[in-house]
């Protein structure tokens, strides 16, 4: 291809074709690059100024932003590499600085704590194990059919790169969740109360009728197992709770009564 034939879309078919491990995240920041450009946009005719215009739609206060730039860039210095522009226009794509704020106090943001039981935790630790050991058969599989060489029709190399986001994705996911993991319920209330990570069995006392929950972590809740979290209605109204107790519980239906049939401790 002469320089003035290659468009956006081809000169980005080709990035991929030769690198045929970028994640999908990059993928998608890519995608929006071309977007934004447009398809059919020459290569040569882009200008140092469409590339400060593209970096001042990243507000300072995106976290990703610096990121999502060098994304951009290594693409920008592949298209010089190969002739398509006559400079590195990725030394244009600068970070908007944020302003100091004045009379204030930055403070640190925390992450999100992750509460979890035991078992909870142990779950995710192994999924983590499970995944990082997926991610290497995942990147030979993008290898094997990048070898195709046909991007545009090679359905197994897109199906592999959708997995191998997925899985970073999660990667991601859990490894934050762990890291700020609280576990709870590892010591009991005392004697046979209801604590987090115990079973319960509910009776209504109206309609007889029974019901069984679990109770954890939000982050391992899962209501069509009967996993519900201890800060729910019912599992704040449980908590401590022991054998033979009434319990009233208020829904957005009106309240209702239970009595503690059974616990089941973990």
Known sequence: MTEQAVTVESALENYLADHPVVEATEQVELKRFEQWLGKTKILAGLKPLDMEHYAGRF??????????????????????????????????LKAKKSKPKVGGVTRAVRPELAV??????????????????????????????????????????????????????????????IKSASIIGEVGTGGDRMAVGDTIILVETVSEQTLEYTVVGPKETNPAKGRISHI??????????????VIEVATPAGSHCYRIKGIQKC
């Open 232 to 245: 729910s209605p019912i599992g704040r109204a449980v908590i401590g709770k022991s054998l033979g107790d």
């Open 59 to 92: 507000s300072p206060s995106d976290p990703d932003g610096s990121r999502k730039l060098e994304i951009v860039r290594r693409f920008l210095a592949y298209t010089r590499d190969q002739g398509w522009t006559a400079t590195n226009l990725g030394i244009h």
């Open 116 to 177: 979890l039981t035991r078992q909870g935790y142990v779950d995710l630790v192994r999924e983590l194990a499970e995944l990082k050991v997926q991610r290497p058969q995942v990147l030979e599989e993008i290898r094997r059919a990048a070898a195709d060489k046909d991007f545009r029709e090679n359905a197994p190399l897109q199906a592999a790169r959708e997995q191998l986001g997925h899985i970073d994705g999660r990667i991601q996911e859990l490894t934050a969740t």
